[in-house]
């Protein structure tokens, strides 16, 4: 049975997917539904992998590396100025001409992040950081996957709370059971 990745080959993996939606929206024909599906589908997955990095590679950095703490706070920034700009897709429809602006500053701005991980920081924390606890943290990584994540976003007609309750708790509240 082959290994499983560790932490940064799952989160180069998540580059890869990430890389794979953005080639799918520049398929889309703009101000295609086809094309706010797939904005959706990043602003999930770029989620996720922030959440990830946040949890698990951050802590690693700031303990392995050297100068751990700048690098950081630079990733931190570099999350912060994404996030913005996956507020501002969600905020427009695929048909305002904004919404691609805001497209192509997404893709411009997530592959230097990923070409700053994959080229400077990844091969600084493998040098340093012992492989079983690289191989540790990708299988925590693969544990938060199995967690189901939050929505993007309240669904119609206010059900989100209840919702997010049936599929947590496998309950709903009282009141609010379909």
Known sequence: MPERPDLIGELTADHRAIDALFDGIRAAAPGSPERKGLA???????T??????ERHLHPAVRRYVADGSAWVERELADHG???GILRE???????DPLFTRSLVSLVEEVSLHVLEEEERLFPRLRAVCPPGVLRDLGGRVRADRRVPAVPVGPPPHGTWGARLLRAVLGTAPAGRRR
């Open 48 to 53: 996720r992998h922030t959440e990830a990095e």
């Open 89 to 95: 897709v969600a905020d427009r429809g695929p048909e």
């Open 40 to 46: 959706d589908d990043v602003t999930a997955r770029l």
């Open 81 to 83: 100025r994404i996030d």
